[in-house]
């Protein structure tokens, strides 16, 4: 019998018959507000799932390692078991969503340049957002992992 491992707002990880290899289940449910506003969109787990294993494979291509192994259905992934740091790094490239309402910026606005903003993942804090110095004093990442995930 395999194990839920994890659950969060987009996916599931489950046991395999290999301690070192996790099945990645998408779920077809969306949220907004840190999962405060959910709702069932039917198929996304199936794009969700697209999109991602489509980037893994072209990082893959390119001799950039990562945890994936393949897809192995419309909606799951079989992956190799890591560690993970509990950080969320998101890019905007327009104003969007919180970013407008924080800064008083205006929805759509382009920026001249990507905008880079991390995040600490937790449901208790409401994923706050953190900087480096906080994340090396929480001991969430090294300064060398930090450097990678910037790189």
């Known amino acids: 019998m395999y194990e839920l491992l994890y659950e969060g707002k987009a996916?599931?990880?489950?046991?395999?018959?290999?301690?070192?290899?996790l099945r990645v289940v998408y779920m077809?449910?969306?949220?907004?507000?840190?999962?405060?506003?959910?709702d069932v969109?039917?198929?996304?787990?199936?794009?969700?799932?697209?999109?991602?294993?489509?980037?893994?494979?072209?990082?893959?291509?390119?001799?950039?390692?990562?945890?994936?192994?393949?897809?192995?259905?419309?909606n799951e992934e079989l992956v190799k078991k890591v560690k993970i740091f509990p950080l969320e790094i998101v890019t905007r490239n327009v104003a969007a969503g919180h970013f407008s309402t924080r800064y008083g910026v205006e929805e759509g606005k382009k920026f001249n340049k990507p905008v880079e903003e991390?995040?600490?993942?937790s449901d208790e804090l409401d994923d706050p957002f953190i900087?480096?110095?906080q994340a090396l004093a929480l001991e969430i990442a090294t300064k060398e992992d930090l450097n990678r995930i910037w790189d």
């Open 11 to 21: 996916k599931q990880m489950w046991s395999t018959e290999d301690e070192n290899v």
């Open 28 to 38: 077809d449910q969306a949220t907004a507000l840190n999962g405060k506003k959910k």
């Open 41 to 74: 969109i039917k198929g996304k787990g199936h794009v969700n799932n697209q999109i991602s294993s489509l980037i893994f494979e072209y990082l893959i291509k390119n001799d950039i390692p990562t945890h994936f192994i393949k897809k192995i259905s419309e």
């Open 118 to 121: 991390m995040y600490f993942k």
């Open 131 to 133: 900087n480096e110095s």
